[in-house]
């Protein structure tokens, strides 16, 4: 046989361009995390935080690598899907009704000493049900596949809420609706309809938070991108229709939701991050001791175990929510490069994988959920932490103490490894099929 035949045919068991950004992201976040229980006064608090985590990782090092190795194709087997979404709509309504009050919260479920966190899972399995609804595309009608996948979302949506986790709702409806918009076709549609949405509640809500009836105004962009899109193409017509009615609806619905249903210390945080002068201090606390934390470590940085904000208590949630600004004044502007750097890395592979096997809309779409999972949580933990962006309790992915996180992050990645070994099997077998027929 062809040396490179057998080259080209050799089976890829690791891709170096995902594990090396990723075990050095797991190393920064071990370190980081060790840092913060040296005390001031010198020697170390209490390090079972950190041998929890190093369990969580090993655990889920070990998912991440039977992942890669598992037959995605069998997701798109209704019944296993189906399976999945059960068990984590079990899990989620087991936490409402016995799960430990926790700060106000019922989020967790407690299993032989290990805090579960449902929501976390329930992340996952939008990503995984939404593209295995989409991979049926071929079949059904794209407008079809997906309402099946908004109803059945709704519940993991509601159940989370009831947590309550107003945050977490969100970003679970942000990862759907970014996938939906990506597997959708006509890009150019799909962009007017989300301008005539977006437009449209916001003209409704914003107002309700502002007292500012100023902003009804982004009725008339709506009203422009409606004409717009009913004229340049026969075939838009309802389409826009119904994208404005659906506005309007979700406008109400919006507004109705912030006087109404939103709890008041949600409330707080919006106004706060708006305007966050004619907000009482002890609603922007957390999110000013954070800006100085990273404020603080300007350039290089104060150096390994050397930050004072968590050293003295005055940095709350340290080691999960705001654990980016410990970071950042230990290892300065530089090192928070660093960091958005490797996550920057995991991301683009994610998505460049989700390019390279397009022709398989699972695949494609897994991976384009994984990013964009990451991406969001990754934007929302440090728009947070440096007042951004609304306060949130999102953590940061591998970096923050956390069990479900940590091990449901590894989990995604995995699917991602699976999915780029088996596309660069496919692209070698079809180099040593054409060197073949070269030789031949």
């Known amino acids: ?11 890829k068991y690791f891709s170096f361009s995902l594990l090396i950004p990723l075990f050095l992201l797991i190393t920064v976040g071990l370190i980081t995390l060790y840092s913060t229980l040296i005390k001031s006064s010198g020697g170390f608090e209490d390090t079972e935080i950190l041998s929890k985590q190093l369990l969580f990782i090993f655990v ?16 798109k087997h209704w019944q296993l899907s189906l399976i999945i979404y059960l068990v984590t709509v079990g899990l989620l309504v087991a936490t409402l009704f016995f799960g430990p009050l926790i700060k106000g919260v019922k989020r967790w479920l407690v299993i032989g000493g290990f805090q579960l966190q449902p929501s976390e899972l329930a992340k996952l399995v939008v990503i995984i049900l939404t593209s295995a609804i989409f991979s049926l595309r071929k079949k059904y009608s794209e407008w079809f596949l997906l309402i099946a996948s908004l109803l059945l979302l709704i519940p993991l949506v509601l159940l989370t809420y009831l947590q309550p986790s107003g945050s977490m709702m ?9 996938l939906i918009f990506m597997g959708l076709n006509e890009p150019l549609r799909n962009g007017v309809i989300i301008s005539i949405i977006l437009c449209t509640v916001g003209a409704f809500l914003i107002p309700s938070i502002t007292s500012n009836n100023l902003w009804f105004l982004l009725i008339i962009p709506a009203i422009v991108f409606s004409i717009f899109g009913f004229y340049v193409k026969r075939n838009w017509k309802v389409i826009i229709l119904i994208s404005l009615i659906l506005g309007i609806l979700l406008g109400t619905l919006s507004t109705i939701t912030w006087e109404h249903i939103l709890k008041d210390y949600q409330k707080v945080r919006i106004i706060a991050f708006i305007n966050p002068e004619e907000t009482s201090s002890d609603y922007v606390f957390n999110v000013t001791q954070s800006k100085i934390a990273i404020g603080s470590g300007k350039l290089w940085g104060k150096g390994f175990g050397n930050g004072t904000q968590s050293k003295r208590n005055f940095l709350p949630e340290f080691r999960t929510d705001f654990i980016f600004a410990s970071y950042a004044e230990e290892f300065g502007l530089v090192g928070s490069l660093f960091l958005m750097l490797l996550y920057g890395s995991i991301i683009v592979y994610c998505f460049v994988t989700a390019l390279d096997c397009k022709e398989d809309t699972l695949n494609s779409m897994i991976c384009m959920g994984v990013g964009i999972k990451i991406l969001f949580e990754v934007f929302i933990n440090i728009g947070t932490n440096t007042g951004s962006i609304p306060a949130t309790g999102i953590p940061l992915p591998l970096m923050s103490a956390g069990g479900t996180i940590t091990i449901v992050t590894l989990m995604c990645l995995g699917l991602v490894h699976n999915i780029s070994l088996k596309n660069s099997q496919k692209i070698r077998t079809k180099k040593a099929d054409i060197i073949d027929i070269y030789e031949d």
Do not use: A
Request: glycine residues 8%; hydrophobic residues 60%.
């Open 170 to 178: 969100l970003l679970m409806l942000g990862i759907w609706f970014v």
């Open 60 to 75: 889920g090092l070990i998912l991440f690598f039977l992942l890669s190795y598992f037959d995605i194709s069998y997701l």
């Open 1 to 11: 046989m062809n040396i490179q035949k057998k080259v080209f045919g050799t089976k």
